[in-house]
C-alpha cells in the first residue's frame, strides 16, 4: 500500500530561521511527488511537481528536492507569511491520477 | 472568475437533511475530483471523474452521491449523514488523469449535527 509521512507535525521557526520539512514516501513506481500549501480556512495551493530523484526546483525562499525515499521542502529565511501547512501526496501506479497525501506539516513563523 | 470555486462555503445540515456541495472549475480542464478533509487527518480522495464519467470511487458510502453533467461542473449530494461526516469537502480539476497537476478549491466546510 503507498503511504506517505510527512514530518516534523509541526515547526516553530524564527524569522530568518532556514530550516526543511521532510515527506517520506512507499510507492510503487512512483511517477509524481506534489507539494502543496494550505492557509487555514483554504484549499490546497499548488507549489512544486517533482518526477525524478535528483530533481530540484525553486520558487522565491522555497526549493524542493527529491530523492528515491524521500522529498525535502527547504525554506531560507523564513518570513512570517510562509506560515501554513505545508502537504506532500503522491502519484503513483502505471495509471489514474490518484494522489496519496500526507498528514502535512504545520509552519508557525514569528517575526 | 478564475480557478475553481465552491459553494456554499460553510453548511450545516441535521442528519435528515438533504443538501448539494457545488464546484465549478473555469480553467478548461476535463477532470475533476472530490475530496474530504477531516481534523489531523490527510486528505481522502473520494471520486474521480473524466469527461464527465467517474473513473474512481473510493469506497465511498452511499450517503454520498456525486454527480457530473458537464466537464466544468461538479456536485456532491449528500443525504442521512452522520456527525463523523463533518469535515471540509474539497474540489480538485486537473487537464487530464495521466499524472497533471490538481488545482484545487477553497472548500465547503461541512457540520452535521
Known amino acids: 500500500e503507498d503511504q506517505v509521512t510527512q514530518s516534523p507535525e509541526a515547526l516553530r521557526l524564527q524569522e530568518g530561521e532556514s530550516s526543511s520539512l521532510n515527506c517520506s514516501y512507499t510507492v510503487s513506481g512512483l511517477r509524481g511527488l506534489f507539494w ?17 530523484a535528483g530533481e530540484e526546483k525553486e520558487k522565491e525562499r522555497l526549493k524542493a528536492t527529491l530523492t528515491k525515499k524521500e522529498s525535502f521542502l527547504h525554506i531560507t529565511a523564513p ?13 503513483a501506479g502505471e495509471y489514474g491520477n490518484k494522489l496519496v497525501f500526507g498528514a502535512g506539516t504545520i509552519l508557525r513563523v514569528k517575526s | 472568475e478564475t480557478g475553481v470555486t465552491q459553494t456554499p462555503r460553510h453548511l450545516v445540515m441535521g442528519m435528515t437533511n438533504k443538501k448539494s456541495l457545488k464546484c465549478e472549475q473555469h480553467l478548461g480542464h476535463n477532470a475533476m475530483y472530490w475530496y474530504k478533509q477531516s481534523a489531523k487527518k490527510p486528505l481522502e480522495l473520494m471520486f474521480v471523474y473524466n469527461f464527465k464519467e467517474q473513473t474512481e470511487n473510493n469506497s465511498v458510502p452511499s450517503r454520498f452521491s456525486p454527480e457530473c453533467p458537464n466537464s466544468s461542473h461538479l456536485f456532491l449530494h449528500l443525504h442521512t449523514l452522520q456527525p463523523e461526516d463533518s469535515a471540509l469537502y474539497l474540489c480538485a480539476s486537473s487537464r487530464g488523469t495521466s499524472g497533471e497537476t490538481q488545482y484545487f478549491g477553497p472548500g465547503t466546510r461541512l457540520l452535521v449535527l
Open chain 1, 36 to 52: 502543496y500549501r494550505q492557509d487555514p480556512g483554504k484549499g490546497p495551493e499548488f507549489l512544486f511537481t517533482l518526477y525524478s
Open chain 1, 79 to 91: 518570513k512570517p507569511e510562509d506560515s501554513a501547512t505545508y502537504l506532500c501526496a503522491v502519484q
